[in-house]
C-alpha cells in the first residue's frame, strides 16, 4: 500500500490530516475493485459500466477524482498490492466509521455479481475482505442476497 500511495501522489486530495485520510479510503477502496475486477482474469464490459456508474451516480465523483481513481486501479494492478493491505488501510483510516466497512462489502459484491457470474476467486476474495472487516460470512451472504434474484428453479421442461 505504501508502494501505491507514493507512486499516485496526493492527487485531488488536499495535504491535511482530513485529506490524507481520504486518499488513503480512496485508493484503498479502488486498489480494491481492480483487484476483484482483475480476480477472475477477465475484465467485464458490465464489471466496468458499474464502476464507471458508480464512480459518477453512487460516489459522485467529480473529473479529477474519476481521473484518479482511474489511475489508482491501473496502478494497483501494475503493483499487485495485497488485498489484506488495501483493507487494513481502508479499516484504519475508518476505524471511527465502521458503518463504511459494509459500504464497501456492499461495493465489492455488486461488481462481483455485474457480470452474473460469481467465480471462485471473486468468492474468495470477498471472504477475505469480509475477514478482514471483521464481519463473518453470514454478514456476506445477506450482502449478496440484496442483489441475487431468487427466481423458481427451472425444471429443464417447456411449460
Same mark, same amino acid.
Given at each position: 500500500?505504501?508502494?501505491?500511495?507514493?507512486?499516485?501522489?496526493?492527487?485531488p486530495?488536499?495535504?491535511t #490530516?482530513?485529506? $490524507?485520510?481520504q486518499r488513503?479510503?480512496f485508493?484503498?477502496?479502488?486498489?480494491?475493485?481492480?483487484?476483484?475486477?482483475a480476480?477472475?482474469?477477465?475484465?467485464g464490459?458490465? #464489471?466496468l /459500466?458499474?464502476?464507471d456508474?458508480l464512480m459518477k451516480?453512487?460516489?459522485k465523483?467529480d473529473? *479529477?477524482k474519476?481521473?484518479?481513481?482511474t489511475?489508482v486501479?491501473? #496502478?494497483?494492478r501494475?503493483?499487485?498490492?495485497?488485498? $489484506?493491505?488495501?483493507?487494513?488501510a481502508?479499516? $484504519?483510516?475508518? *476505524?471511527?466509521?465502521?458503518?463504511?466497512?459494509?459500504?464497501?462489502?456492499?461495493i465489492?459484491?455488486?461488481l462481483?455479481? *455485474?457480470? $452474473?457470474?460469481?467465480? *471462485?476467486? #471473486?468468492?474468495?476474495?470477498?471472504l477475505?475482505v469480509?475477514?478482514?472487516?471483521?464481519f463473518?460470512?453470514?454478514?456476506?451472504?445477506e /450482502?449478496?442476497?440484496r442483489y441475487i434474484?431468487?427466481?423458481p428453479e427451472?425444471?429443464?421442461?417447456?411449460?
Open positions: 500500500m505504501k508502494k501505491l500511495m507514493s507512486v499516485l501522489g496526493a492527487g486530495f488536499s495535504e #490530516e482530513q485529506g $490524507e485520510v488513503v479510503v485508493v484503498s477502496t479502488f486498489g480494491l475493485i481492480a483487484r476483484l475486477v480476480s477472475d482474469g477477465d475484465m464490459k458490465k #464489471e /459500466i458499474l464502476v456508474q451516480q453512487t460516489m465523483l473529473d *479529477a474519476r481521473k484518479f481513481a489511475k486501479f491501473n #496502478e494497483s501494475k503493483i499487485d498490492v495485497p488485498v $489484506e493491505s488495501l483493507v487494513i481502508y479499516r $484504519e483510516a475508518l *476505524a471511527d466509521k465502521p458503518k463504511m466497512y459494509e459500504w464497501l462489502l456492499d465489492l459484491v455488486r462481483s455479481l *455485474a457480470d $452474473e457470474v460469481l467465480v *471462485a476467486e #471473486e468468492e474468495s476474495l470477498l477475505q469480509c475477514k478482514l472487516l471483521g463473518n460470512e453470514h454478514k456476506l451472504t /450482502i449478496q442476497s434474484s431468487k427466481s427451472k425444471t429443464g421442461k417447456d411449460e
